[in-house]
């Protein structure tokens, strides 16, 4: 099993639909939890941190759920610009500067 | 964005050559890393360092060679490379506190589209 895991994708959806992924880990002594959204050809950017009681931030709402050993990521009211590829990152307890990234969900938001 | 630069941004090299690869960070942080985005896989971890020495080397070939002279630039020396070596490459700070490197946000560089013929 692999330490981070996502579906690859392509989810793609119409504009303003709410969409979903969620990211296993392996390492049930995680600790710290994260988001990232890259564009094509571009670096990954910090889109948030996953807390244990769940964040939100405008139209993204990010969600632990430790006893499945998932994050989630729900993104409503989809916009064009949202399409990208978004990448999570675990951080175990030992190391805790090493992040493990997942290889990303390439979510397409279509007109 | 300025805050962690990256050069340069595309790199073609032939496998004898001998390059280098600059990220320099604006943020005050003191702990930097150099992954490699290969197509389809994840991110990979290949060199960290904090306040200047190195803490982690990820089981990297020894034909790339990092280098942090202080805590604002850090370096990838290149050599011999192959051509699987081709990939992003990105540098990434964070900020190291009270001696422990947490896992803080870190903020990425835009990479360098490296190609190795």
């Known amino acids: 099993r692999k330490e981070v895991e996502q579906d690859p994708g392509p989810f793609n959806v119409p504009e303003g639909a709410t969409v979903a992924f969620n990211c296993t880990y392996s390492n049930s002594a995680s600790q710290s939890f994260f988001w990232y959204r890259q564009d094509c050809r571009k670096e990954p950017k910090l889109l948030m941190s996953?807390?244990?009681s769940g964040n939100e931030d405008g139209r993204f709402t990010a969600q632990l759920n430790r006893a499945s050993q998932y994050i989630s990521l729900l993104i409503r009211d989809s916009k064009l610009s949202d399409s990208a590829t978004y990448l999570c990152?675990?951080?175990?307890?030992?190391?805790?500067?090493?992040?493990?990234f997942g290889t990303g969900t390439r979510l397409k938001v279509l007109a | 964005e300025t805050g962690v630069t990256q050069t340069p941004r595309h790199l073609v090299m032939g496998m004898t050559n001998k390059k280098s690869l600059k990220c320099e960070q604006h943020?005050?942080?003191?702990?930097m890393y150099w992954y490699k985005q290969s197509a389809k896989k994840p991110l990979e971890l290949m060199f960290v360092?904090?306040?200047?020495?190195?803490?982690e080397n990820n089981s990297v070939p020894s034909r790339f060679s990092p280098e942090c002279p202080n805590s604002s630039h850090l370096f990838l020396h290149l050599h011999t490379l192959q051509p699987e070596d081709s990939a992003l490459y990105l540098c990434?700070?964070?900020?190291?506190?009270?001696?422990?490197?947490?896992?803080?946000?870190?903020?990425f560089g835009p990479g360098t589209r490296l190609t190795v013929l």
């Open positions: 943020l005050g942080h003191n702990a």
């Open positions: 360092y904090s306040l200047e020495e190195r803490v």
């Open positions: 996953v807390y244990s």
């Open positions: 990434a700070s964070s900020q190291e506190l009270a001696g422990v490197l947490s896992a803080d946000t870190q903020y």
């Open positions: 990152a675990v951080s175990p307890t030992s190391g805790t500067y090493k992040y493990i």
